[in-house]
């Protein structure tokens, strides 16, 4: 009987580089597109994560690793940002827009045009200001001063005397 045991050896294993680590990853060709759409519609990074049952750095790495998935979100996100900014400088300064209005005129059904008119909102006008001038609009005012302080006392009762 002869004892033949196999050398292991104790050091670091070779690397594979062709071996790729982890989970198959869950980007694809349509995965750029599907993210586009959702964030045409308000989509966070994390809501796209969710969508796509991946982990919010999942997305990150799908960032760097695919440069067309960066730029795809970025301009989406930059769309949507951009309407929804109009959308708020348009209330803040008031805005009207054509309506369609249907109304009994002598007992037919008609499609009457008219102009519906927004006034300015000033809800809107503060958080726009806030934003776009904090140092002017914001709640809390810093006022600095040198510690000096200057008392004038002014007697009236000698002025009903008179």
Excluded at 33 to 60: H, N, S
Excluded at 103 to 112: A, K, N, P, T, W
């Amino acid at each position: 009987m002869t004892n033949s045991k196999k050398k292991v050896s104790r050091g670091t294993p070779k690397k594979n580089p062709t071996r790729k680590r982890g989970q198959p990853t869950r980007y694809n060709k349509t995965t750029a597109e599907q993210a586009r759409q959702l964030c045409l519609l308000g989509a966070t990074d994390e809501q796209l994560a969710k969508f796509f049952k991946v982990t919010r750095r999942t997305i990150d790495n799908w960032k760097k690793a695919h440069p067309e998935f960066f730029r795809t979100l970025k301009n989406a996100k930059h769309e949507k940002d951009t309407k929804v900014e109009r959308s708020l400088l348009e209330r803040a300064m008031g805005y009207s827009h054509p309506e369609s209005k249907f109304m009994i005129v002598d007992g037919e059904l008609q499609e009457i045009e008219t102009i519906k008119h927004y006034p300015p909102d000033p809800v809107s006008m503060i958080f726009w200001l806030k934003n776009r001038k904090p140092a002017q609009w914001r709640d809390k005012q810093e006022i600095v001063t040198d510690g000096s302080l200057t008392v004038i006392v002014k007697n009236f009762a000698d002025k009903d005397k008179k």
